[in-house]
């Protein structure tokens, strides 16, 4: 694992680069409205603040290696919020199949009944003169 420790200067081009990269940002303030400057001057402010804490206050993401992919996490609520979705989705899926399986035995209920319920005898829908008869009474229709 390689660590770089910032060298003096090293760090003093960082902090010619943050001066210049503040005065470009602030070249513009002079026209933007006065709530939204407000808002830029306290940002600068809260983040030149968490600048100057030392190293180990600060935090940054855990990299965890799982197998040959590394992985952002580390503890138990990363895992349980990459988790949710999938069951989510698989519960979706779900529903999904079962709503189209009710609807589709409903449409079947519904032939068979009328089937059943009609005039014809259900013999006569495989007669090859009733397909005849069918086709003739659509054309004239």
Known sequence: M?????????????????????ARLSSGN???PH????????????AVAARKLPPQLRTAPVV????HTAVLGGSWWTR????VPLIALVAGLIT???????????????????LLTG???????????FAQFLKADSASD
Request: proline share 5%; charged share 25%; aromatic share 2%.
């Open 96 to 114: 999904i199949s079962v709503m189209q399986d009710d609807d589709r035995a409903s449409e079947l209920a519904e032939v068979d009944s009328a």
């Open 2 to 22: 390689n660590t770089k420790v910032p060298t003096s200067s090293s760090t003093a081009a960082e902090d010619q680069f943050g001066q210049r990269l503040a």
């Open 35 to 46: 709530d939204i400057g407000e808002r830029l001057r306290v940002a600068r402010a809260q």
């Open 30 to 32: 002079s026209e933007l």
């Open 80 to 83: 349980i919020g990459s988790v």
């Open 64 to 67: 965890v290696q799982s197998g």
């Open 119 to 129: 005039d014809l005898p259900p013999a006569a829908y495989t007669d090859p003169g």
